[in-house]
T-cell receptor, first 113, second 115 residues
Framework: DQQVKQNSPSLSVQEGRISILNCDYT??????FLWYKKYPAEGPTFLIS?????DKNEDGRFTVFLNKSAKHLSLHIVPSQPGDSAVYFC????????????FGQGTRLTINP | KAGVTQTPRYLIKTRGQQVTLSCSPI?????VSWYQQTPGQGLQFLFE???????NKGNFPGRFSGRQFSNSRSEMNVSTLELGDSALYLC??????????????FGPGTRLLVL
C-alpha cells in the first residue's frame, strides 16, 4: 500500500519557468512533510519541509504548499534552473522529528535550456 | 562539519553470502536510520538506532539487522543474500528534534549488487 504517491514519474520544464511537483498521501496521521532532491550517485539532499499547522512554506526559489483536506502537497520551483534537474522525493512522517520517513516514488525533473 | 559517510560505496556479492555496511553520522547526531532504495519499491525504511538501541523498525525480514556503537557509528548486516537485495542502501542521521526545522541528512549510499 503506497501511502505517499508521486504520480508523475517525470516532468520537463523550460529554464526560467515554474516547476510544479505534486505529491499525494493517504494516511491522515501524517503531520510533517519534506522534499528531497537526489542527483545520481549521491544521497538525497533536504530542500524544504512543512508542518501541518501551515499551508505554505518558502525558502528562496522553493515553496511548498500543503492542502490537508485534499491530502496533497506540491513543490514549486521558480525560476527553474538547469541545476534543478534531478529526482525529487516527497516524504512524510506522523510528527516532526519522527525518524521513520515514508517516501514517494520520486519525480525526475528535467530543466531544458 | 563533515557529512554522513558510508563505506564501502560499491559492493558485489553472490547469493547466500552476507554483507556488512558501515555508516558514520554527522558529528553530534545520535540517531541513525537506514533505507533501501530499489527501482520498484522506491526508498523504504529499514530501521533506526538511537543511543545504541533500535528504536524503529520497518517491514523487512530478519536477515536485515543493524547495530549502533557508542560513538553513534552504525552498521547494517544482511545475511543469506538474495538477488532481490540488490539495491542502494542509504544511511541518514539526524539531531534530536528541538522544536522546528528537523530533517534527516543522507549519506551517498552503498550500491550492493548480488549475483
Amino acid at each position: 500500500d503506497q501511502q505517499v504517491k508521486q504520480n508523475s514519474p517525470s516532468l520537463s520544464v523550460q529554464e526560467g519557468r515554474i516547476s510544479i511537483l505534486n505529491c499525494d498521501y493517504t494516511n491522515s496521521m501524517f503531520d510533517y512533510f519534506l522534499w528531497y532532491k537526489k542527483y545520481p550517485a549521491e544521497g538525497p539532499t533536504f530542500l524544504i519541509s512543512i508542518s501541518s499547522i501551515k499551508d505554505k512554506n518558502e525558502d528562496g526559489r522553493f515553496t511548498v504548499f500543503l492542502n490537508k483536506s485534499a491530502k496533497h502537497l506540491s513543490l514549486h520551483i521558480v525560476p527553474s534552473q538547469p541545476g534543478d534537474s534531478a529526482v525529487y522525493f516527497c516524504a512524510a512522517s506522523p510528527i516532526e522529528g519522527a525518524q521513520k520517513l515514508v517516501f514517494g516514488q520520486g519525480t525526475r525533473l528535467t530543466i531544458n535550456p | 562539519k563533515a557529512g554522513v559517510t558510508q563505506t564501502p560505496r560499491y559492493l558485489i556479492k553472490t547469493r547466500g553470502q552476507q554483507v556488512t555496511l558501515s555508516c558514520s553520522p554527522i558529528s553530534g547526531h545520535r540517531s541513525v536510520s537506514w533505507y533501501q532504495q530499489t527501482p520498484g519499491q522506491g526508498l523504504q525504511f529499514l530501521f533506526e538506532y538511537f543511543s545504541e538501541t533500535q528504536r524503529n523498525k520497518g517491514n523487512f525480514p530478519g536477515r536485515f539487522s543493524g547495530r549502533q556503537f557508542s560513538n553513534s557509528r552504525s552498521e547494517m548486516n544482511v545475511s543469506t543474500l538474495e538477488l532481490g537485495d540488490s539495491a542502494l542502501y542509504l544511511c541518514a542521521s539526524s539531531f534530536t528534534y528541538k522544536g522546528q526545522g528537523w530533517t534527516q541528512y543522507f549519506g551517498p549510499g552503498t550500491r550492493l549488487l548480488v549475483l
